[in-house]
């Protein structure tokens, strides 16, 4: 008996309505380890600002969806008016088990750098689309044939992305970490929840000393409910902000930490070490049993602080790039 599915020359075509239902399910069967629910396409996908529905291709075979691949551009500034007329990214795609083997993967990427192409991007990043990427970038040990197809279509690594987890049972906050807090704030140095007053410095802060996105996700969680006290501040004797940590602020997800952010010059204080754990403390206080992050370089000073504070590299991500040169 032949699995029509199989067929080597689905159709491939811009989403439609009616097609949404049948890509989460075929999405879920294709990446078992990143599934993804109605709600969350919705949100990611459909409702980003930047979606085309000419964008995300979808191969159709027999009336069924058997694969898709998403291709976007802004058409919506991250900040300002630059809309990075060269810049395109293709945050996803996958494809059947069923209708593997036959090309079909190759196509749908080829088909959807095409079409970014025609719309005058030159330059392809998978998958470190801002604001609504999946996933940082490509888990290479989970997806070995996906990372195969990007490499034989042009893309190469840019830099790496860890992902970290830490257990929370049993946490407490370690006495090196309470005697800092102590000798900071005896030097003037205050640290608690931000007021309402507070958050117009804090956007500033994450916005123009750390990413665009960072400052985004505060504005959009806060705006959304997410109670002030998920955030932790930190200010000089000046009163100057200069640090802050936080969780909660992704999808409502009360286990996720981050963003975090202390300025250059403060670094190397112990201050965002007290941030993280005052942080880690409170989610511990609200039930959380871990805590949890997508990105951050393994071996940046970020990732030393989280390694110290007992994080553990979970999965690793690389963030390719295509240039139409190759």
């Not at 929370?168 to 006495?175: C, F, I, K, Q, W």
Request: proline share 6%; hydrophobic share 40%.
């Amino acid at each position: 008996m032949t699995d029509r599915t199989t067929t080597p020359r689905a159709g491939i075509r811009g989403f439609r309505a009616g097609d949404g239902p049948q890509v989460v399910q075929v999405w879920r069967r294709s990446a078992p380890a990143d599934p993804i629910t109605p709600d969350r396409f919705r949100c990611l996908v459909l409702l980003d600002a930047n979606f085309d529905p000419g964008g995300l291709r979808v191969a159709v075979d027999d009336g069924r969806v058997v694969g898709a691949a998403y291709g976007v551009r802004r058409l919506t500034p991250m900040t300002g008016t630059d809309l990075e007329p060269e810049q395109g990214w293709i945050p996803f795609f996958f494809v059947d088990p069923a209708a593997r083997g036959r090309g079909l993967g190759r196509r749908l990427l080829t088909d959807t750098l095409d079409w970014l192409h025609g719309h005058g991007r030159t330059r392809v990043d998978f998958a470190s689309y801002t604001p609504n990427y999946v996933l940082p970038g490509l888990d290479a040990e989970t997806y070995p044939e996906a990372a195969g197809l990007l490499e034989s279509l042009g893309f190469r690594t840019l830099y790496e992305a860890a992902a970290m987890d830490r257990g929370l049972v049993g946490y407490r906050l370690p006495d090196e970490v309470a005697h800092r807090e102590d000798e900071l704030t005896a030097q003037g140095h205050r640290f608690g929840t931000p007021t309402d007053d507070d958050l117009v410095e804090l956007i500033a802060l994450a916005g123009n000393h750390f990413n665009p996105d960072w400052a985004r996700a505060i504005r959009e969680c806060l705006a959304a409910g997410t109670p002030l006290d998920r955030i932790v501040v930190a200010r000089d004797p000046s009163g100057r902000l200069v640090g802050w940590a936080m969780h909660g602020a992704y999808a409502s997800a009360d286990e996720r930490f981050g963003p975090f952010g202390v300025l250059e010059e403060m670094r190397g204080t112990g201050l965002g070490k007290v941030l993280l754990h005052l942080v880690l403390e409170r989610m511990r206080a609200r039930g959380a049993h871990g805590a949890w992050f997508l990105w951050t370089g393994e071996r940046s000073p970020a990732g030393h602080l989280y390694r110290a504070a007992g994080f553990t590299t979970t999965r690793v991500f690389r963030v390719l790039r295509r240039e139409a040169a190759r």
